[in-house]
C-alpha cells in the first residue's frame, strides 16, 4: 500500500520568512496530493490540492509542487504570517484511497 | 458547505466498555472514513466505506468494527475498549469520482481509563 513521509516534523520560521514542508509517495498509482492544515483544537481543513498532471499550483502565499518521477511533492509558504503556524499534513490517494504524511508542526514566531 | 459531524467531541470510557462514535454528513457523499490521530503519527485510516453497508479494514482495523447503514452516517464501533486506544479519532468523508477531497469532522478526544 502507499507509504508517504514527511519532513520536518517541526519547523520554525520568523515572520516574513518562507516555510518549506515536502513529502514522498511510494505508490506510483496515486494521482492527486491534498495538503491540510490543523489549527490547534480544530479539524484539518485543506488549503491546496495537486493532480498528477499538474506541477506546480499557486493560491496567493500557498504554493505545491510535484515531481512524480522523483514521487515528491512540496507545499511552500511565502511571506509567513502567525497565523499560519499549525500542523500541516500532506497525502497522497488513488482511486479515493488516500494515506497521510506524519505531520510538520510549523511555527512563525512574531 | 460541505458539513460532517461527530456526536461527541470528548468521551470518557472506562476499560472494557463498549464505545459507539458516530459520524454524519450532509453532501450526500458516497465515502466515508474514520481516522486516529496520535502526536508523531499523523492521521491512520481505521476503517472506510465506499457505500450503504459496505465497508473496508484501513490499515489499524483491530479493536475496531465499523457499520453504516444509511448513506449519511458512519459509526465507528471499540468493543471492548482498552487504554491504547485513547486518542483522537477523527471522521471524513468524501465524493467518488475525479473529486477525492476529504473533510473532515470536528474530531472525538477519546480517553479510556
Known amino acids: 500500500g502507499e507509504n508517504v513521509e514527511q519532513h520536518p516534523s517541526t519547523l520554525s520560521v520568523q515572520e516574513g520568512d518562507s516555510a518549506v514542508i515536502k513529502c514522498t509517495y511510494s505508490?506510483?498509482?496515486?494521482?492527486?496530493f491534498p495538503w491540510y492544515k490543523q489549527e490547534l483544537g480544530k479539524r484539518p481543513q485543506l488549503i491546496i490540492d495537486?493532480?498528477?498532471?499538474?506541477g506546480e499550483k499557486k493560491d496567493q502565499r500557498i504554493a505545491v509542487t510535484l515531481n512524480k518521477t522523483a514521487k515528491h511533492f512540496s507545499l511552500h509558504i511565502t511571506e509567513t504570517q502567525p497565523e499560519d503556524s499549525a500542523v500541516y499534513f500532506c497525502?497522497?490517494?488513488?482511486?479515493?484511497?488516500?494515506?497521510f504524511g506524519a505531520g510538520t508542526r510549523l511555527t512563525v514566531k512574531p | 458547505d460541505v458539513k460532517v459531524t461527530q456526536s461527541s467531541r470528548y468521551l470518557v470510557k472506562r476499560t472494557g466498555e463498549k464505545v459507539f462514535l458516530e459520524c454524519v454528513q450532509d453532501?450526500?457523499?458516497?465515502?466515508m472514513f474514520w481516522y486516529r490521530q496520535d502526536p508523531g503519527l499523523g492521521l491512520r485510516l481505521i476503517y472506510f466505506?465506499?457505500?450503504?453497508?459496505?465497508?473496508e479494514k484501513g490499515d489499524i482495523p483491530e479493536g475496531y468494527s465499523v457499520s453504516r447503514e444509511k448513506k449519511e452516517r458512519f459509526s465507528l464501533i471499540l468493543e471492548s475498549a482498552s487504554t491504547n486506544q485513547t486518542s483522537m479519532y477523527l471522521c471524513?468523508?468524501?465524493?467518488?469520482?475525479?473529486?477525492?477531497?476529504?473533510?473532515f469532522g470536528p474530531g472525538t478526544r477519546l480517553l479510556v481509563l
Open positions: 497525502a497522497a490517494s488513488s482511486n479515493n484511497d488516500m494515506r
Open positions: 453532501m450526500d457523499h458516497e465515502n
Open positions: 471524513a468523508s468524501s465524493q467518488t469520482g475525479t473529486e477525492e477531497t476529504q473533510y
Open positions: 505508490d506510483s498509482a496515486s494521482n492527486y
Open positions: 466505506s465506499y457505500d450503504v453497508k459496505m465497508k
Open positions: 495537486i493532480r498528477s498532471n499538474v
